[in-house]
């Protein structure tokens, strides 16, 4: 198994640790100045584990995020915030389905990313637990 969001008895598998890595460089990268700015709950998040009680904080930052990046086509993905000059391991051979930025990051097991996150999100700030990334 891969990366994974956990809420207590909740796992959710993410995918590798590169591609939930490019997942916040892209965020980053495309609607932030600076690392976490903007969606400090989310980056937090990204760093190991958000308490419940800014899980709902973190929630309406992936809201702006979901919005945001549909104003970004495929193209602009950020593989690597570090290292911009690296490329997704398929390149540029994407599904039609995938119109933006939105809904380009879909998790190993066949879900949009931001949809897993704000399910994650919402049993933490529901149940009350800690939601973690291991």
């Known amino acids: ?6 809420v207590g008895s909740i796992i959710d598998e993410i995918g590798t640790g590169d591609f939930l890595h490019a997942f916040f460089s892209t965020v980053s990268g495309t609607l932030e100045d600076e690392w976490g700015k903007r969606f400090p709950s989310l980056m937090k998040l990204y760093a190991g584990s958000l308490p419940y009680e800014q899980a709902s904080m973190a929630l309406a930052e992936l809201a702006a995020v979901r919005t945001g990046l549909t104003d970004f086509a495929p193209d602009c993905v950020i593989w690597d915030i570090e290292d911009r000059t690296k490329t ?6 994407i599904s ?3 119109t933006n930025l ?9 879900r949009y990313l931001i949809d897993l996150l704000q399910e994650g999100l919402e049993a933490s700030r529901d149940e009350r637990r800690v939601a973690e990334i291991v």
Not at 1 to 6: L, P, T
Not at 88 to 93: A, D, E, R, S
């Open 102 to 110: 939105s809904n380009y990051f879909v998790s190993s097991t066949g």
């Open 96 to 98: 039609a389905d995938i």
């Open 1 to 6: 198994m891969g990366v994974v969001i956990k």
């Open 88 to 93: 997704p391991p398929w390149g540029g051979n």
